[in-house]
């Protein structure tokens, strides 16, 4: 996941400045051929996935108040899990983006929404839609790129409180809607500065996202519960769950967008200040990626499984994605651009690979071998407790064998050769 610009050999450097913008017309043709013919169809869908939702959410509540009974607990959990999910990717994440203002819905409206989710609907459209939708994928800007707790890039420095990466993720999957929450507030980092150096409206921010959060495990942890009478203890259990699958869910299609392999970042320093409308398109081409799937599958992702589609156009329904999708891809071949996309299970795979190969120093997963590896754990042991000389020292060897150099690389400074075990020559 290097850098795009550090790249020994650039995917876009084929590319004129004619091209890029060629495919930035290419691409408004589409969208304003989207815009044309929204219509009743499209309000229909939005409305009826609305209704959906909200008569599953209410039967299985339902089922849930005779939760004391294994099959009811089985059933009413697993639809409370996918009307929450409904409720978060295909209804409120698109709503909250605006993809049907058109419709001039008091109802529908990014406006109104509020979702069921521990994020404030204002506080995760400033985050999500200004900030992650502006500078997707750019180091140092898109907070959405390892949410600020993971090594997302091989030119970040690798340090030992690497390594609990994946952990951090696995935790973060499991509380995800809290972490977004967190994230929306930017509150690592809020919480660092002293008080009169923070953003003047983080208190009140901080205010309306604690009252949201109440605001929902009141709902799920008591008042619902409350309401199974002697199913509580069940009842709870399957709102826990419930929200458990949701969130592991939702993290798992959001990794999927950004974070596997092909995946292109950027630098800061490389984007142009006065970016073109072409240049923005080509980075969200490049900076996100797509899964493969039935129908199903792209509704129960809210049509994120379309991510890249939906980087080019975050304002247009999302039932549309499908339809332009090809269109978008027969784009990326004429240009000859990578088109990232997988199934679920491999694209999955490939964002927590980069995970784990990320909280090692680079280069160490690639020239690890069964064969090599009590040798290489030692030296991981030696990167995690020696100074940075030390690592930079291993970092250098990993390099040159990766590189696949014959012999050995220079020798390290005499002290560092000691620390390392090795007897200078």
């Known amino acids: 996941m290097t850098a795009m610009t550090k790249k020994a050999e650039n995917p876009v450097a084929h590319l004129t400045p004619e091209d890029i913008e060629a495919i930035g017309r290419e691409l408004d043709a589409i969208r304003q051929e989207v815009i ?81 989710s521990a994020s404030t609907a204002e506080g995760w459209k400033h985050s999500h839609n200004e900030v992650h939708h502006t500078y997707t994928n750019i180091i140092g800007k898109d907070n959405d790129l390892g949410y600020g707790i993971m090594r997302v890039d091989e ?53 309306k996202t604690l009252r949201k959060v109440r605001k929902q495990a009141t709902k799920d942890y008591l008042v619902h519960p409350l309401l199974s009478g002697p199913s509580f203890l069940t009842t709870l259990a399957a709102n826990l769950t419930a929200n458990v699958v949701r969130n592991v869910w939702s993290h798992s299609v959001i990794m999927c967008g950004h974070f596997p392999e092909g995946v292109e970042t950027y630098e800061k320093a490389a984007i142009d200040p006065n970016e073109t409308r072409g240049e923005w398109y080509l980075r969200q081409m490049l900076g996100s990626a797509n899964i493969s799937g039935s129908r199903l599958m792209h509704i129960m992702t809210g049509n994120l499984s379309h991510q890249i589609e939906h980087h080019l156009w975050p304002d247009l329904p999302s039932n549309r994605y499908a339809e332009v999708a090809p269109r978008v891809r027969a784009l990326f071949e004429k240009y000859n651009l990578n088109y990232c996309s997988r199934p679920l299970v491999p ?42 000389a030390v690592r930079r020292a291993l970092q250098k060897r990993l390099d040159y064998f990766a590189a696949g150099a014959p012999g050995e690389p220079e020798p390290a400074p005499e002290p560092v050769l000691l620390t390392l075990g090795a007897r200078p020559a």
């Open 36 to 116: 044309d013919s929204r219509g009743e169809a499209d309000a229909a869908y939005i409305r009826r996935m609305i209704k959906t939702q909200r008569y599953l959410e209410l039967g299985s509540r339902a089922v849930l108040l005779a939760s004391l009974f294994p099959p009811a607990w089985v059933v009413g959990t697993a639809g409370l899990s996918v009307a929450k999910i409904l409720d978060n990717m295909e209804i409120g994440h698109n709503i909250l983006h605006g993809q049907w203002d058109w419709m001039r819905d008091p109802k529908i409206h990014s406006t109104v929404w509020e979702w069921d």
């Open 155 to 207: 030119d970040q420095r690798w340090t030992p409180g690497c390594l609990v990466q994946p952990l951090i993720n696995f935790v973060n999957m499991l509380v995800f809607e809290y972490g977004i929450a967190a994230y929306d507030l930017e509150l690592g980092r809020n919480l660092r500065l002293p008080k009169e150096k923070r953003p003047a409206n983080f208190k009140d921010s901080l205010r």
């Open 347 to 388: 694209q999955v795979y490939s964002a927590w690979h980069k995970v784990v190969r990320l909280s090692l120093p680079n280069n160490w997963l690639a020239t690890t071998t069964w064969r090599n590896l009590p040798e290489q754990l030692g030296v991981l042991w030696k990167m995690t407790t020696g100074d940075r």
